[in-house]
């Protein structure tokens, strides 16, 4: 089972992309589950969601302490919340800013594999949201299935293209190309 | 059809595939997307019933009690407070025989307010003659939807149901879950057909005044309906099984073989404990989970079956009757009367307290080194 | 067993296995003739009676048949007698029964 814990800010999607990843594992024919972090939601305020992705029954109900995978869909959550907390050694973060992943240590954990794109670029490239507030957290997914090898790109942008009321393509296009922008 | 959804869908999609005629419901978090998507499957022509707008919960249920007397199925849902202002009528439900199957979203009771899991909504419920069956996970709740009725409509039971599930923990998460096909599902579940009802070609009066003479007849009959379930229950399970392929009991054993401690629970807290189990038995630790699905009836022969043979046994409540005990432990302590097994009751997840493998690790643990004790609070802070 | 009795539309109910499940009446009030609970027989003085239909309207059963004069019906007539007491003209007048 593999384990992935988004961190973004209330109005970003954070929830949504944690939705959608599962449906796009769920066409892969996995077991999956996704759910929020069940607190009161504030526009700006850090929000957490969880994916778990299996090959057998998702039998745990509880949140993820032990995350294989971490999606950082906001660069200024780093430092103002524990991000890497409990991240399995060897863990993946994939974070949405226009650095370098050299430019990134997380001194809690072990040997982290880090992956960055520049997501918020690319989803106002395809009109999502507005320059103070882009819209990633479809675009953000491409990134994920290029950098963990969970998914297909292709099942990425089908689960979208279902989950997305509006700008389908767009959000779709947008995931696309994180998938090829990934660095690290 | 095998869809992804949250566990309030998959109660809507259940009621859905149950094609019950008439929807009473009152929108409370956190089961309100089961009001919402069932209006909209009404809206839409996807299920041909009525769909009454209430302007409360109290409303709601005595709504679904008039269309089931007069031959309608019924579903309604809520949670917590909503639940509570139902408790009268929640009476009036099962001593009219009703069979009303109701999803109830396992809310802690405020204040302080709180929109989280924690069971004491349900539980204090426990006496009103309604069943009441916990699921663990979303595909449990669809299936259980469609069990509650077949078993509750049983000219032998005529009882109605809580169908419960935790809120968040299963209402806002998304499962993979199997829908099956309707036409496998009508097959299973035929149309109700009550013997007495609200007719005008032969009309009778119902719940009137009613003397010492007979009242105490008609709460036996309901006790007996409740002694008779657990058979209708274990056969329904194996009929759904047949068809359908997943088996549900009145309790779950889950590598209690060669246990010595055993932990009972119930909801998604039995979900997780099955993960503890497994983390636990790599340490060479001989644990195993019981989940108790039905708590009215109460299983008293499975779980006596399910736990003699453990040297202890703990039994994990997300709520908690002040004063005693949680009831899932009190009530199995009861069954177990006579047994000597020492007997931990552990108090933990209220108002939506995650519980994790940890937590659930860490009780075994208590098992292993404390002695015994009625409540056991688990990560207070302090 | 339920037994029907020489009056044939009552029906008592002996043990648990003849209730139904619920309390609910085995047939309409039509087949519970309540005229064996009353002590008074309400009589309407033909003569008296202004046809005001106010009897008709407060008999609770009801017993009275809105006819020209009202006419009760003592198959149902529990013998309360508020028709009596609601009479604007003092046209019923009552009996004791089984004197
Ligand atoms: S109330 Fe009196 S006067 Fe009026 S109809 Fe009845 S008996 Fe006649
Ligand atoms: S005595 Fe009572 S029951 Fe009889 S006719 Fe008068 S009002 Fe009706």
Request: aromatic residues 8%.
């Amino acid at each position: 089972m593999i384990e992935i814990r988004f961190h973004g800010r209330g109005g970003q999607g954070s929830v949504k992309a944690s939705d959608i990843l599962a449906m796009a594992a769920f066409k892969e024919g996995k077991e999956v589950q996704s759910f929020p972090f069940f607190g009161v939601e504030r526009r700006g305020a850090p929000v957490t969601a969880f994916t778990r992705i299996s090959d057998d029954e998702i039998r745990i109900h509880c949140y993820i302490y032990e995350p294989d995978v971490l999606v950082i869909l906001d660069p200024s959550l780093i430092g103002a919340v524990p991000l890497t907390e409990g991240l399995k050694p060897n863990g993946k973060i994939i974070i949405n800013t226009v650095k370098d992943p050299r430019d990134f240590t997380f001194d809690d954990a072990e040997n982290p594999q880090v992956f960055t794109v520049d997501c918020s670029t690319i989803a106002l490239e395809y009109g999502l949201g507005t320059a103070s507030a882009p819209i990633v957290n479809t675009a953000i997914l491409g990134a994920v299935a290029k950098a963990t090898g969970l998914v297909g790109i292709d099942s990425i942008t089908e689960a979208i293209k279902e989950k997305i009321p509006v700008k389908k393509e767009a959000n779709a296009e947008a995931a696309a190309k994180t998938f090829e922008q990934l660095r690290g | 059809m095998k869809k992804v959804l949250t566990g309030n869908f998959a109660a809507a999609y259940g009621a859905t595939a149950a094609k019950v005629n008439v929807v009473a419901a009152y929108p409370i978090t956190p089961q309100t997307t089961i009001v919402e998507i069932l209006s909209e499957i009404v809206a839409d022509g996807h299920l041909k019933a009525d769909f009454i707008k209430v302007e409360s919960e109290h409303s709601a249920l005595a709504a679904c009690i008039g269309a089931q007397a007069a031959g309608a199925r019924t579903y309604t849902a809520t949670s917590a407070q909503g639940l509570a202002l139902m408790h009268e009528l929640i009476h009036w439900a099962a001593r009219g025989r009703l069979p009303i199957v109701l999803t109830n979203v396992n809310r802690a009771m405020g204040p302080g307010w709180s929109i989280w899991a924690d069971t004491t909504d349900s539980i204090s419920e426990r006496d009103t003659g309604w069943m009441q069956v916990y699921c663990e996970n979303n595909q449990e709740v669809f299936d259980t939807i469609l069990m509650s009725y077949k078993i509750a409509e049983n000219e032998d039971i005529l009882l109605p149901q809580l169908v419960n599930l935790d809120a968040f923990f299963l209402s806002h998460t998304s499962q993979v879950v199997d829908m099956y096909d309707q036409k496998t599902i009508d097959s299973f579940l035929p149309p109700y057909k009550p013997t007495i009802k609200l007719d005008v070609e032969n009309p009778r009066s119902f719940g009137a005044l009613t003397s010492p003479e007979h009242y105490y007849e008609f709460s036996y009959k309901i006790a007996m309906a409740h002694e008779k379930a657990k058979q209708v229950i274990a056969d329904t399970g194996r009929e759904f099984k047949k068809i359908f392929g997943r088996e549900y009991g009145m309790t779950e054993s889950y590598r209690c073989d060669d246990a010595e401690y055993i932990l009972v629970t119930y909801g998604t807290i039995a979900g997780t404990a099955k993960d503890a189990v497994d983390r636990m038995r790599e340490k060479g630790i001989k644990v195993g989970a019981f989940k108790i699905r039905y708590f009215r009836p109460f299983p008293v022969e499975d779980v006596v079956a399910g736990l003699s043979h453990a040297k202890k046994i703990g039994v994990i409540d997300r709520a908690v009757s002040y004063g005693h005990g949680g009831a899932f432990f009190t009530e199995s302590k009861a069954a177990m009367y006579g047994h000597d097994i020492p007997m931990y009751g552990f108090i933990a997840g209220l108002g939506g307290r995650d519980v994790s493998i940890e937590d659930i690790s860490g009780m075994v643990g208590h098992m292993q080194h404390q002695d015994p004790e009625n409540m056991i609070w688990i990560g207070v802070k302090k | 067993m339920a037994k029907k009795t020489d009056k044939a539309e009552i029906i008592i109910l002996e043990t648990a296995d003849d209730m139904p499940p619920m309390p609910a009446s085995m047939g309409s009030m039509r087949v519970n003739k309540t005229a064996s609970w009353r002590s008074i027989r309400p009589i309407i003085l033909e003569d008296k009676c202004r046809r005001c239909m106010t009897c008709w309207k407060f008999c609770p059963e009801p017993a009275i048949y809105p006819t020209d004069p009202p006419t009760i019906d003592y198959d149902f007539c529990k013998g309360c007698g508020i028709c009596i007491n609601e009479c604007p003209f003092d046209a019923i007048t009552s009996e004791k029964e089984g004197k």
